[in-house]
């Protein structure tokens, strides 16, 4: 038995990079930074790649901006490829994102929607 599932609350990072295919189907990539629990006031924050496809992606491009609020649920993927100047093998890990949660204020969200489960 195998077990690839990421859960994070945190802000954006900024701005939702939104594509929109002739298939219909829509992409939209975020970052997102996360803030360990500590009580260090220096401890650095760790920032995620996020994917996400569909239905999703489009409520996150609709909802939400740098700053927001989100809380993700989904899986770790890495994507790889070649550098084109030293063609040294590269990867980065992404976030798959299945479930979106929107858990700013009505401030946070410009939208005036507090809370937005989008489970498809």
């Known amino acids: 038995m195998s077990l690839n599932v990421v859960t994070l609350v945190g802000r954006v990072g900024g701005d939702p990079d939104v594509k929109y295919f002739e298939s219909g189907t829509v992409l939209c990539k975020l970052t997102l930074a996360v ?14 790649n996020l994917e996400i496809w569909g239905k999703t992606a489009q409520i996150a491009a609709d909802y939400v901006r740098k700053g927001s609020l989100i809380g993700v ?18 990867s980065k890990p992404v976030i798959k994102v299945d479930n979106l949660d929107l858990l700013g204020s009505k401030r946070d969200n410009e939208s005036g929607m507090s809370q937005h489960n989008s489970e498809f």
């Open 73 to 90: 649920t989904g899986s770790l993927k890495f994507e790889r490829w070649q550098d084109r100047n030293s063609g040294a093998n590269r």
């Open 35 to 48: 803030r360990k629990r500590s009580r260090n006031p220096d401890e650095q924050t760790d920032w995620f």
